[in-house]
T-cell receptor
Framework: GNSVTQMEGPVTLSEEAFLTINCTYT??????LFWYVQYPGEGLQLLLK?????DKGSNKGFEATYRKETTSFHLEKGSVQVSDSAVYFC??????????FGTGTRLTIIP | NAGVTQTPKFQVLKTGQSMTLQCAQD?????MSWYRQDPGMGLRLIHY???????DQGEVPNGYNVSRSTTEDFPLRLLSAAPSQTSVYFC??????????????FGEGSRLTVL
């Protein structure tokens, strides 16, 4: 079946540090890939997405590139802020209605 | 902008009790779904609906019922609560025809504890 494997957390960084959260997937086709973010006390919201190989999704300084050859969709940001503290979920959708989520990575940014 | 509204936000039940988690959206979205979020397991799909009168099971449907009598509402019923149903529940929706690439819009969640 389809699955998403995310970097284990929690991740703690200092403000202005470089962030990478790894995400790899297994799918029986060519999925669309997503990163969702969950701020404390809120529901998930879409951060960025990519729908085909080599696409780069970007939003709020975050980027992720759809790499078919390595089946990866790693999330990166060059300089994190305290306000980026949240839980980040990688997800895929293939054909049907269901989104398959990873387990989530909790990120804490220290001033 | 209301978006997806879930009630209640918090609930404590005793084993065997029943309850309904309410979900309403005002965006005229055809697709609605319920997820549960558990530590170390991410989000798992419980039930979903592609339109009024149509529902289907997700990954973990046992112990839950749903119905979709209107486009706006998609309640989740626990008929006989068990401690294993202690979780945070999220309702999510999106427009029809956006299956492969479309964004899901989530409610703020309902935290349920079953004693």
């Amino acid at each position: 079946g389809n699955s998403v494997t995310q970097m284990e957390g929690p991740v703690t960084l200092s403000e202005e540090a470089f962030l990478t959260i790894n995400c790899t997937y297994t799918a029986t086709g060519y999925p669309s890939l997503f990163w969702y973010v969950q701020y404390p006390g809120e529901g998930l919201q879409l951060l960025l997405k990519a729908t085909k190989a080599d696409d780069k999704g970007s939003n709020k300084g975050f980027e992720a590139t759809y790499r078919k050859e390595t089946t990866s969709f790693h999330l990166e940001k060059g300089s994190v802020q305290v306000s980026d503290s949240a839980v980040y979920f990688c997800a895929l959708r293939l054909g049907n209605e269901k989104l398959t989520f990873g387990t989530g990575t909790r990120l804490t940014i220290i001033p | 902008n209301a978006g997806v509204t879930q009630t209640p936000k918090f609930q404590v039940l005793k084993t065997g009790q029943s309850m309904t988690l309410q979900c309403a959206q005002d965006m005229n979205h055809e697709y609605m779904s319920w997820y549960r979020q558990d530590p170390g397991m991410g989000l798992r799909l419980i039930h979903y609906s592609v339109g009024a009168g149509i529902t289907d099971q997700g990954e973990v449907p046992n112990g839950y019922n749903v119905s979709r009598s209107t486009t706006e509402d998609f309640p989740l019923r626990l008929l006989s609560a068990a401690p294993s149903q202690t979780s945070v529940y999220f309702c999510a929706s999106r427009p029809a025809g956006t299956g492969l690439t479309g964004e899901l819009f989530f409610g703020e969640g309902s935290r349920l504890t079953v004693l």
